[in-house]
């Protein structure tokens, strides 16, 4: 894939502007630019990556799934039913047409001014389909026209793209009940991309996701095992775990509302299962059971290496009519105060000093940087920091990322840049922000002689690839 | 007014220092530098602008009334007896001379460097008097002479000022049981200069404020309704509103300890009226009072489009004995920590969907930029951000609300600078303080090619001028 | 002591890299740079200096007792019996040899990137001992015998050490029960180094402190007045104070979990005592108990003139079983959110309006410079700002704390720097540091004309001697 500079990306797009630190930076960047992309977690369909059937249309691609996108849109009126996204149960009576989505999205494209959004959709205008004028309303059609083009030829197939963008692993999400066909698939034919999955519980452990007593039947009747009891229930997903192991896990991730774990007896926590279980509980049982099921995860983790990723403080579905109209994921999650400290200690204090165990963790509350995690991680084995994520996977949020952290847990207790998407389409320009960011964090740590160069470029190479790989256990 | 160098004020001041940014942002600058100013929320007293009578000397102007002034010098051991301000009810035995305050004020000054405060004021003392060596102990009885001659002159009286500093629309604040007598001077007077009123319904809906019970028996009495019932004080409240728009008002603005709102029935907010009503609450009844309020001045201003403005986070008169010799507003509030994702969702449940619905959110507390307010104004399209408000209205504070809020609620789901102040000189230099760091701001995402240069002389307008005119409906 | 280069450190390091504005830093750190060194709060050892014994060797003396330097060794898989700390109670069966342990440190020290650590580090390496070359697994046998040769030399004995770090004064910090012995010693020798005490009673104020019960019979013994009273209790701790006073101690130092004070009633402040002296005290009570004392201490400060210090948010000894193992100061304190408004109230309602009374507060949660301390600190005068601290006692931390905090108190409100440290050679590397950051951030407000350059010196030096002086009242 050229990498030449059009009319939409600048070749030293955010990259300091202070000429010494620009220099180094530019270097720093060109010796990390062409590594291959490790993606250990993200959020992309691997039914893609299966059938390897071509996308449909620029909004189906590019609009319609990205709440980063919607969202912003909705925050200045737009409904998402003019977006094509449809109620809940209730198709739209006329279909908005994908173009008419488009041109309503090129129309409202100067809102995204200032956010990562605009550099990645700008980097998939540019370096994907050769997109040199910027998208307004009078070139939305244009656009959409170039876009759905290239969408229907051979290079532009899901496959051809991952290899095209130089992806040398890439990990999906999928629930415990998820039968990971797809996966198989793919491990079954003859192109050899490296398609992993990753062991996501919330479902099956969290007794407020929704439908969680019936997951629990369900995963009862996946496994044979009898999940009516702590025991069974236990083992059940013990076995899943496995199955996912040999479909190329290498990790776990729980999306909790807290940080809080718990290290309960037998006993309290077998009675804590038969209460959320029976679905007539408090919210305080409902917490107190996922913090439990942190510390038997860990548990299954020191048993199995599977490595642990926890992100916590979302406030999902704040918007109820909204939630009520749509479901879930349509951009009102919004993140709270998280508290690590007192939270992760009854896990840290059972399993803290377990060699082989790690233990990544992730925020949306950056006050947790400096104060909580960066110590955190600075002290304990089993720590690492997974990087700014979410609302802060962004220029600034990456640069106050490496400001907090640095000073405290250095660069060695980081694993390095994880996309987190659903949008295919964006991982090259996301990884492509990351290194540069990272790369003028270092060029800053060089040019105030707080760094040798040759040091600065072996953090660059570890930032990218090998610090992913090592935490992950690529 | 000319706006040529003078010894204490630089043309770049303010501007990013590296050269290349520099030379964007002064571009930046220079096109919008001249556009009026408009202050659509402020603490000026009307007074001024009804009468035109001249300010009496440099002392009562500049320092008494200016509480930023006063608790930088109090901090350091200077009482406030010594700056002329009298304790309640007991005026100083021995008047202080407005002479021997300036010349203390002047003794202490540098206490202000690195302080908005100090920019704020060397902006006035060199652009307005044309003052130009420091103000040192030595210099003060100087600078005190030609201050005050100016003072005198009918180019320094209220509407003469009010015109040369080029403001197009400035808004007072006022208590819903004040009779906007000099709103309505103003108006029928043959001067066109805009002045309008804000409603603060604090004294009548915080059953905590002063005589707050007293306040809504004399709502009453304003009013004709029966305020002695849930659904007459409604009413009251209803027709004050409808006064205050008679006078130019567009908006609300309440200063809650809290973001707190609830959604409360009908009958459980009259049966809590009456509690708060009678004396005898607690303070969690007032606080649900307050932010049932909040509710019902939402579901007031669907009704009569007035915008809401809510800023919460100040622990008021932390100081209680200051408090009880010279009662409120001497310096002594401090901001606490505050929180707004559970706090607002009740009230953005009833009425986040209201396409007509403007809730402006300020905050004191900057943790909450990046992890709540940014994200909830990305959504809610009645939501936008008020301007880095009071202890942030400065250059660092300014530069850390748009680092932390534009990647996650970009720069439209912003409304512009408010000056937020009672200091009425220095209102043009806190516009250009807020214009010079926008410039910067956005002269680095052009530095960094993460925007165009057009984009950004677009949006540096759209901060000066646009985004207030249409969040505050002017 | 020379300051030329060496291969390890950079004449410019740590100050801006643009031109212009490291030129105005250069300029103001030349002003600065060779100023004697104020140490007021510290934790070397005074009998280094009673007894000035030589080191005994470089593992001994920069790595077994720095904490920040096993902590990251440990959060990487280094265990702490590797690096020769010896488990409470269990002697190591075979002792780890000290160039063994260095070699271990040499291995690692890529880890240290980008920290304070390996700023001070390579300073003493550099500019004390004379090493040009990196520390790396190659040259850890090197570093070893150079700096252990140097070590036994009379130039390298602790008195000669802090006469050619050109130390004016160095505070140490002890608890009330200890004998200061080693004081009284450096005050009788013929060495005209000036190292004083500093008044630290948690040990005899804080019901959780290990031996608490028994700390407070010994203090009866020792002073002869009965602490089984309240106030004998008040009557002992005061002849402590005094005992201080008389070796040379001007403050006193207070780590307690949170900010919390109290005012209680004597009657109520007995019964507490009591209850906490009983061994039968809850959590909150030990809690109100610290709240109490802090204001008992501001009370006796009133009388003695002794500038108290504050440093709530730790959690101490977070990992429990490593703290079972090895006991306290491992490397396990972790910070939590602190909160200064509220819990300050009772004490500063009290004593806030003495004239003479001084109260430096710290902080290991940075989102409280900005809400919370400048804004106490700028009102009142009994308040000074301690320095960035602990794990913000680093160049990205100084800077935030000068960016958050002088907008709103100003730099007189802040009190210089503190190494905090009990590692004696990194002292003139953490004042060089500092010294560095400050410059660099004068000289951004110079380069953007918001400071005059003289202005800027002049607080330079506040910063580096003055504001030290004064608030510690040497």
């Known amino acids: 894939m050229t990498r030449a500079s059009t009319g939409l990306l600048h070749p030293d797009r955010l990259l300091p502007s202070e000429p010494v630190v620009r220099g180094i930076a530019r270097e720093l960047y060109n010796g990390v630019r062409d590594l291959p992309i490790i993606s250990p977690h993200g959020h992309t369909d691997p039914a893609w990556f299966a059938t390897d059937t071509p996308f449909a249309n620029p909004t189906d691609l590019l609009i319609t799934p990205d ?7 909705f925050s200045q009126g737009v409904r998402l039913e003019q977006l094509g996204i449809e109620p809940t149960g209730q198709p739209l009576d006329r279909a908005t047409s994908p173009e008419a989505v488009w041109q309503l999205f090129g129309d409202h494209y100067h809102l995204f001014r200032g956010t990562p959004t605009r550099m990645w959709l700008d980097h998939v205008f540019g370096e994907l389909f050769g997109l040199e004028t910027p998208l307004t309303s009078d070139t939305a059609a244009l656009y959409f026209d170039v876009i759905n083009q290239r969408l229907a030829t051979p290079g532009f197939r899901p496959r051809a793209l991952f290899d095209a963008f130089n992806i040398e692993l890439l990990a ?3 629930a415990p009940l998820d039968s990971l066909e797809h996966h198989a698939t ?3 034919s003859d192109w050899d991309g490296r398609v992993v999955t990753t062991f996501r519980p919330d479902p099956v452990v969290d007794p407020e996701f929704e439908g969680f007593a019936d997951n629990v039947v369900a995963l009862g009747e996946l496994t044979g095992e009898d999940t009516a009891t702590w025991s069974g229930y236990l083992a059940a997903l013990r076995q899943r775990r496995a199955f996912f192991r040999e479909h190329g896990a290498t990790a776990t991730d729980h999306g909790h509302p807290t940080a809080r774990t718990a290290d309960l007896s037998e006993q309290d926590s077998s009675n804590l299962f038969a209460a959320v279980r029976s679905g007539s509980f408090t919210q305080e049982q409902a917490e107190l059971f996922r913090a439990q099921m942190l510390t038997e995860m860990a548990a299954m983790s020191i048993d199995d290496g599977m490595v ?8 999902r579905n704040h918007n109820q009519p909204l939630f ?6 349509r951009g009102a999650d919004i993140p709270v105060a998280t508290e690590y400290v007192s939270a992760l200690q009854p896990l840290l204090n059972r399993f803290g000093g377990e060699p082989d165990f790690t233990l990544i963790l992730f925020t949306l509350d950056e006050t947790t940087y400096s104060r909580e995690l960066a110590p955190l991680a600075g002290h304990y084995p089993c720590l690492r920091l997974g990087p700014a994520w979410w609302f802060h996977d962004s220029p600034e949020g990456m640069r106050r990322f490496r400001e907090q952290t640095t000073e405290t847990a250095g660069f060695y207790n980081t694993v390095g840049f994880n996309d987190d998407t659903r949008a295919f389409l964006s991982i090259p320009a996301r990884h492509d922000v990351a290194r540069r960011i990272d790369c003028g964090f270092l060029a800053r740590l060089v040019a105030e002689h707080r760094l040798r160069e040759d ?10 690839v090998d610090l992913a790989k090592s935490a992950y256990r690529l």
């Open 455 to 464: 040091e600065a470029m072996e953090i660059a190479h570890a930032l990218t």
């Open 172 to 174: 999906t999400t999928e």
């Open 67 to 73: 709440h980063y996108v919607f969202r912003m849109l």
């Open 308 to 315: 642990m990723q926890l992100h916590p403080g979302s406030f």
């Open 324 to 329: 009520e109209r749509f479901g879930r994921d």
């Open 186 to 188: 793919i491990q079954a």
